[in-house]
């Protein structure tokens, strides 16, 4: 079992910049693919990034060049450094964990979920 807990989110203007955590209680953190979500009023949640067990990562094509994400498995914590965020990154950010076994993570095959955390970005 794995308990994720996101922290970091906020109000920041357009063009600045904010960092979520994602805390992983249990083992084997590194046997975990992990990833960010973000879901916007009235749509639908997205990926917006994932990281292997190393450090290979995927990003959507919206947050590209802006976001990264990285791990740190000595503290199991993922994190996803937020640059240049615009309004319409205004969402709940939620972390996610899959086995890397499944090889890819997505919204149906994710296994943990935390509570997610809100990130609102003002014009």
């Known amino acids: 079992q794995v308990q994720l807990v996101e922290s970091g989110g906020g109000l920041v203007q357009a063009g600045g910049s904010l960092r979520l955590s994602c805390a992983a209680s249990g083992r084997s953190f590194s046997s975990y693919l992990m990833g960010w979500f973000r879901q916007a009023p009235g749509k639908e949640r997205e990926l917006t990034a994932i990281?292997?067990?190393?450090?290979?990562?995927y990003y959507a094509d919206s947050v590209k060049g802006r976001f990264t994400i990285s791990r740190d498995n000595a503290q199991n914590t993922v994190y996803l450094q937020m640059n240049s965020l615009k309004p319409e990154d205004t969402a709940v950010y939620y972390c996610?964990?899959?086995?890397?076994?499944?090889?890819?993570?997505?919204?149906?095959?994710?296994?943990?979920w935390g509570q997610g955390t809100q990130v609102t970005v003002s014009s």
């Open positions: 996610a964990a899959t086995s890397v076994s499944r090889l890819t993570l997505t919204i149906r095959n994710a296994e943990y």
């Open positions: 990281i292997w067990s190393g450090s290979t990562s």
